[in-house]
């Protein structure tokens, strides 16, 4: 089975605080995604990454950055957080070829004081 | 500017009804429909997909119906269960690999399935 694990199940940050969110996939995919999640919005990609070293702004990067140095690992970074970033956070993964079902983590909720 | 819709936002159905969620969608690029379903503490799950060179789907009580000219495609949940009970996203994508493997998502409809 395809694992998705992400470091943390809840978080609580305090306003202004360096945030690291950690995702580690088991499948050797080499499509990677952060998501975020708030009711009435639905999911929406905040960055992605194709290949290591890779990364692609999604529909909301601001606020955020992301690193990969290593295939099965990619971290979601708020540099500075805010409350506005309250949410829950998934992280997916996919094969570049073969299907396009993505793979998602239990999630990680996030919440800013 | 939403580019896959979702209807209704949320339904309530009885125990062996039929659950219909819709879900439209803009650009005709697309070519890979997904719906996920994702149940209180979970990550979503890939239900069913299907791609536009057929017009339905179907595995098990879940059943994909797909109409290319009107950028419309459909969940059909049949005898409908409790354990059915979920959020349910519909998706969109362009193509099979690389940068534009990435999925446009709905806002998700809340599906209860009563006893």
């Known amino acids: 089975d395809v694992k998705v694990t992400q470091s943390s199940r809840y978080l609580v940050k305090r306003t202004g605080e360096k945030v690291f969110l950690e995702c580690v996939q088991d499948?050797?995919?080499?499509?990677m995604f952060w998501y975020r999640q708030d009711p009435g919005l639905g999911l929406r990609l905040i960055y992605f990454?194709?290949?290591?070293?890779?990364?692609e702004k999604g529909d909301i990067p601001e606020g955020y950055s992301v690193s990969r140095e290593k295939k099965e690992r990619f971290s979601l970074i708020l540099e500075s957080a805010s409350t506005n970033q309250t949410s829950m956070y998934l992280c997916?993964?996919?094969?570049?070829?073969?299907?396009?079902?993505?793979?998602f983590g239990p999630g990680t909720r996030l919440t800013v004081t | 500017q939403q580019q896959v819709k979702q209807s209704p936002q949320s339904l309530i159905v009885q125990k062996g009804g039929i659950s219909i969620i819709n879900c439209a969608y803009e650009?005709?690029?697309?070519?890979?429909f997904p719906w996920y379903q994702q149940f209180p503490g979970k990550g979503p799950a890939l239900l069913i997909a299907?791609?536009?060179?057929?017009s339905e789907k179907k595995e098990g009580r879940f059943t994909i119906s797909f109409n290319k000219s009107a950028k419309q495609f459909s969940l059909h949940i049949m005898d409908s269960q409790p354990g059915d009970s979920a959020t349910y996203f519909c998706?969109?994508?362009?193509?099979?690999?690389?940068?534009?493997?990435?999925?446009?998502f709905g806002k998700g409809i809340t599906l209860s399935v009563r006893p």
């Open positions: 997916a993964s996919s094969p570049a070829t073969g299907g396009d079902e993505q793979y």
């Open positions: 499948m050797d995919h080499e499509n």
């Open positions: 990454s194709y290949d290591v070293k890779m990364k």
């Open positions: 650009n005709t690029a697309f070519d890979y």
């Open positions: 299907i791609r536009p060179d057929v």
């Open positions: 998706a969109a994508s362009r193509s099979r690999s690389g940068a534009n493997s990435k999925l446009t």
